[in-house]
């Protein structure tokens, strides 16, 4: 799949969003050529709705008919499907690449994920507490920037353009446009020095100057969305558019976690030996606070004193450094490999992030509103299984346990934990059939069977949750 000119490569999105931009950066970087699709997301194609059914958001690639669907899944599969075009933006070292992944995460949930919604809130108390989020996340990118580069701040990539750099660069001129909007700089040289040397630098690339948007250009967009009643600097700024072998082995945890169990499911269908630390998430080690000094939370897996991050990354890291233990859990196939990251971030993202609120909910119109939530996810998560199981409806993996199975499975024992309390079915045999069987399927794995939580003591661990939900609601009252 190296050969560019061999392969019918089309690329649908719309000139203002960031997201589109890192795709764009992605094939100019490795010498790709492709045709590109400019999309009204206010009357969308039919071949946009058939390429992206789930989220109707650009971008989008079709790759020889295929559609790949989210901007730093698409950036991936570009790399891996072009292998020899260009150098690679992934490192090649499995924990050099758990790295990367998670400082493109962090940008997307902690740096552009609040200063989207600065954008969408109403009052100036909302507003000034996202962009202090903001700032905070740019102070954390600081040290990424530095860590990454192993302390040359070039690139995030050392002295070349890497991954992180694409999912950061799409962003460039949405950061200059912001501070002529405001009056202050995001990167602020002062505060963020590295960061603001990078901004200049990324800007001056071929790559960057082929594909950013013009920043005056995206000023004058950024003020379309300015709310008639409000003439605040802040206000005025825009919605961005779119939306290693054996050695020692050590994972901290806490029994009840989900992200945990997915480690652990990893570790044991790999055949994985490694000690196991149990972690009093109200008195963290200093151990665990040092491993994950940005969010301070399990799961981390450490092996050979470098720790790695983030459930998500943690299995993906397991599978490459491990390669050579029990079946991959990752398909060979770059498009397959796509489709499994798109299902296991939806997974994320539209399935367990509501699930998460139903505990903090204050009241039972917003509990049901996230239960409803969940059900639409099931639905689709549905039609996911039935993708990636090529209408087998065994596994995710197809007819052995693949990467979507991990990280569904991490969840099982609360699954049914929920169905214990609420009297019903998350997934229901009348309306998600596939999953239901996939769940009893699943159950019966043995790595199952060795690693998932006892659903009785789940049950009394979630009304745990409930209870202590309840009691802060009242208190605050």
Not at 124 to 138: F, G, I, W, Y
């Amino acid at each position: 799949m190296a050969g560019a000119g061999r392969d019918e490569l089309k690329l649908l999105g719309m000139w203002a969003s960031p997201y589109v931009s890192r795709a764009k950066l992605a094939l100019q970087l490795k010498g790709v050529s492709y045709e590109y699709i400019e999309e009204d997301l206010g009357n969308k194609s039919d071949l946009f709705l058939r390429s992206n059914p789930v989220h109707k958001t650009v971008p989008v690639l079709i790759h020889n008919g295929n559609p790949i669907c989210e901007s730093s899944i698409i950036v991936q599969y570009i790399d891996e499907s072009f292998p020899s075009s260009a150098a690679s933006l992934l490192p090649a070292d499995p924990y050099d690449r758990a790295v990367a992944r998670f400082w493109a995460a962090y940008i997307d949930d902690k740096l552009a994920a609040p200063w989207r919604m600065v954008y969408r809130v109403k009052t100036e108390e909302e507003r000034d507490e996202l962009m202090k989020q903001t700032l905070a996340a740019v102070d954390v990118l600081e040290g990424g920037l530095k860590e990454c580069s192993k302390g040359k701040g070039c690139f995030f990539g050392g002295d070349s353009v890497g991954y992180v750099d694409v999912v950061l660069g799409g962003l460039v001129s949405w950061v200059h446009a912001s501070d002529k909007l405001s009056g202050a700089k995001l990167f602020d040289a002062a505060k963020a020095p590295l960061l603001a040397a990078w901004l200049g630098r990324f800007g001056e690339l071929d790559a960057a100057k082929a594909v950013l948007q013009d920043v005056d250009k995206v000023v004058e967009y950024a003020k379309k969305f300015q709310p008639r009643d409000s003439g605040t600097a802040a206000d005025r700024q825009a919605e961005m558019a779119g939306g290693g072998g054996a050695g020692e082995l050590k994972l901290l945890g806490h029994w009840a976690s989900a992200y945990v169990t997915r480690v652990k499911l990893a570790l044991h269908l790999k055949g994985v030996s490694y000690e196991y630390v149990e972690e009093d998430l109200r008195n963290k080690s200093d151990l665990l606070l040092a491993s994950n000094p940005v969010h301070k939370t399990v799961p981390v897996l450490i092996h050979n004193g470098n720790p790695i991050r983030e459930s998500q990354i943690i299995v993906q890291y397991i599978d490459e450094a491990f390669s050579g233990a029990g079946d991959s859990l990752l398909p060979a196939d770059p498009h397959e490999r796509a489709v499994a990251r798109f299902w296991t971030a939806y997974i994320e993202d539209k399935l367990v992030a509501p699930w998460e609120k139903v505990f903090r909910a204050k009241t039972e119109e917003e509990r049901a509103a996230w239960m409803k939530q969940m059900f639409v996810a099931v639905e689709a998560l549905e039609g996911g299984l039935k993708e990636c199981s090529k209408g087998k409806g065994c596994f995710f993996g197809g007819d052995s346990v693949g990467y979507v199975d991990v990280v569904l499975g991490g969840g099982v024992s609360f699954v049914h934990a929920n169905d214990v309390i609420t009297g019903g079915k998350l997934f229901d045999a009348a309306k998600t059939p596939l999953l239901a069987e996939w769940l009893g399927r699943f159950g019966e794995l043995d790595a199952a069977k060795a690693v998932l939580q006892d659903v009785d003591r789940a049950v009394e661990y979630t009304k745990v949750l409930y209870a202590r939900n309840a009691a802060t609601t009242a208190a605050n009252n």
